[in-house]
């Protein structure tokens, strides 16, 4: 079981910035964390992930705008996401995944925290 929890949402207006933070209970060893968001009406989608060497990837219509990054000994995951857009408003969850040597997959969903951008 990997817990996960997210704080550092908020309401902002256009162009400003804000950092979301997961807090998990375990990080690397072979764990790829990820940032989703599920805006009203609108599926899931992923928005940036790490795995546990460092590679980062993100979505297209985040590229340049939002970072990931992760703080092993904080065991937290971070999500900077700079230049905001009204489009970004949505609830932002953190995933954890893995697979076992057999082949299993594990997710772990975090709560989710609301960001809020105004035009």
């Known amino acids: 079981q990997v817990q996960l929890v997210e704080s550092g949402g908020g309401l902002v207006q256009a162009g400003e910035s804000l950092r979301a933070s997961c807090a998990a209970s375990?990080?690397?060893?072979?764990?790829?964390m990820s940032w989703y968001r599920q805006a009203p009406g609108k599926q899931r989608e992923l928005v940036a992930s790490?795995?546990?060497?460092?590679?980062?990837d993100s979505a297209n219509s985040v590229k340049g705008r939002f970072t990931t990054s992760e703080d092993t000994a904080k065991k937290t995951v971070y999500l900077q996401m700079n230049s905001l857009k009204p489009e970004d408003t949505a609830v932002y969850y953190c995933?954890?995944?893995?697979?076992?040597?057999?082949?299993?997959?594990?997710?772990?969903w975090g709560q989710g925290t609301q960001v809020t951008v105004s035009s």
């Open positions: 790490i795995t546990s060497g460092g590679i980062t």
């Open positions: 375990e990080i690397g060893f072979g764990i790829t």
């Open positions: 995933n954890a995944a893995y697979k076992t040597n057999g082949g299993a997959a594990h997710v772990f």
